[in-house]
């Protein structure tokens, strides 16, 4: 009997509304929920009278449900939120950071998650049952996560076993950007979670322990981890989980030491060589620095790369005068411009475009939450199903423990 393979390339609804904010007149300034509706995105609806609301009168109505509410809140921002939100944030950080602070927040019984999906469920994971993880905005994914669906990933398992008779050589990885469900696969399999600064301590643990690697679904991170380690281009092959088999011969199943998922992020893809040539050009002594979720050709073209947190911390501690090229989200980038006055940051990029779905928390989205919190209500409340949530949790506290 022959199987017909039936899959149609489908490209993530996030990944189509990636460029909605994009502009060239550089201004990212907040307006009201009813002017950023235009914006040709989903927005998550609210009732109608945050619709209206100035950002001077979303602050005054969070600052008084800040005061107001008399359990403990923990307001979390990661560095691609824009100001008119990092504002309220108790803490921010990188997802990992976000990730460690989640797990060590036991006191608060509200966590409001100004990031995305996949962060606040990680942190729902990472929390005890009685805290309640809020996400302002439910239509904040995630395009990168997306392009991971889980019956994929359960296919590619199962074509993976079908070539080399078993997976107990293979590690999955799971980036951290990919669904409760894929972290709970990697949990169930021996594998686990990385994010950006630490998938160099992943490919080591993952390595000790087996002889090839499914990295998950950031080909880019996995690559440009890979490559880091010295293992060459010859030795990785894409998984496009829209072809049968991933697109790929049995033998180059299994003569790969990475196999890599056809996942990319469209706000890194952006950047390109040229662009890191022209910021040369501008200044001969600028450094470049990028997030590796770039291309491999643009992270071997920088001068450095890293995660957020590390970007962040290598300027603030850079001497007053340096110029720095960046290749990461936008908002971030201009923030760290403006609390580095006495340095030359840019942003590579000509084109204004920040990450659309990190963009759509709205500082209106977090005074709903917050009203709600005033009310009683777990408004957006994310909570993992349990047992996703038990496999899931083996594979981030295999990542906690490896990264330290
Ligand atoms: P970091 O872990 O570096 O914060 O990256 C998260 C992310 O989504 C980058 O696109
Ligand atoms: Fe996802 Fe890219 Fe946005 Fe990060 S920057 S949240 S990977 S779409």
């Excluded at 942190?123 to 996400?135: G, H, K």
């Excluded at 359960?154 to 997976?167: A, F, N, R, Y």
Aim: net charge negative; proline share 4%.
């Amino acid at each position: 009997m022959t199987t017909v393979f039936t899959k149609q390339t489908t490209i993530p609804i996030t990944e189509l509304e990636q460029s909605a904010f994009c502009q060239t007149d550089g201004n990212l300034r907040t307006k009201t929920l009813e002017e950023e509706f235009q914006a040709g995105v989903r927005w998550q609806k609210v009732p109608t009278r945050y619709l209206k609301l100035t950002p001077e009168e979303i602050s005054e109505g969070i600052e008084f449900a800040r005061k107001e509410i008399d359990t403990k809140v923990v307001i979390l921002g990661h560095h691609y939120q824009r100001d008119d939100v990092i504002k309220y944030a108790d803490f921010t950080g990188d997802s990992y950071k976000l990730s460690k602070m989640a797990a060590q927040t036991k006191d608060a019984k509200w966590i409001i998650f100004c990031g995305v999906h996949f962060m606040a469920e990680t942190a729902d994971i990472l929390t005890s049952p009685d805290q309640n993880v809020l996400l302002p905005n439910m239509a904040a994914g995630c395009s990168m996560a997306d392009m991971a669906k889980s019956s994929d990933v359960t296919d590619c398992w199962d074509d993976i076993e079908l070539v080399l008779g078993s997976t107990e050589n293979v590690i999955p990885i799971t980036y951290m950007n990919s669904a409760a469900a894929i972290k709970a696969h990697c949990g169930k399999n021996g594998g686990l979670v990385c994010t950006s600064s630490n998938a160099d301590k992943a490919f080591d643990w993952a390595l000790e322990r087996g002889e090839k690697i499914l990295f998950l679904p950031d080909q880019h991170l996995g690559r440009n981890t890979a490559i880091s380690k010295g293992i060459s281009e010859d030795e990785m092959a894409l998984w496009n989980p829209f072809l049968p088999m991933g697109g790929l011969s049995e033998d180059e199943i299994k003569n790969a030491k990475v196999l890599l998922w056809q996942g990319h992020c469209s706000v890194h893809t952006r950047f390109t060589v040229d662009q890191i040539k022209a910021a040369r050009e501008r200044n001969s002594e600028t450094t470049i620095i990028v997030h590796p979720e770039c291309t491999q050709e643009v992270v071997s073209a920088a001068d450095m790369y890293g995660s957020t947190e590390l970007i962040l911390e290598t300027i603030a501690n850079a001497p007053a005068g340096s110029s720095w090229g960046v290749g990461t989200e936008i908002s971030m980038v201009r923030r760290l411009a403006t609390e580095n006055p006495d340095k030359d940051i840019f942003c590579l990029d000509p084109v204004v475009c920040p990450c659309a779905t990190m963009y759509r928390i709205h500082p209106a989205y977090v005074l709903w939450v917050l009203e709600g919190i005033m009310a009683g209500l777990a408004i957006n409340r994310i909570e993992v199903e349990p047992e996703t949530q038990r496999n899931a949790l083996v594979a981030l506290e295999r990542m906690l423990e490896v990264a330290g």
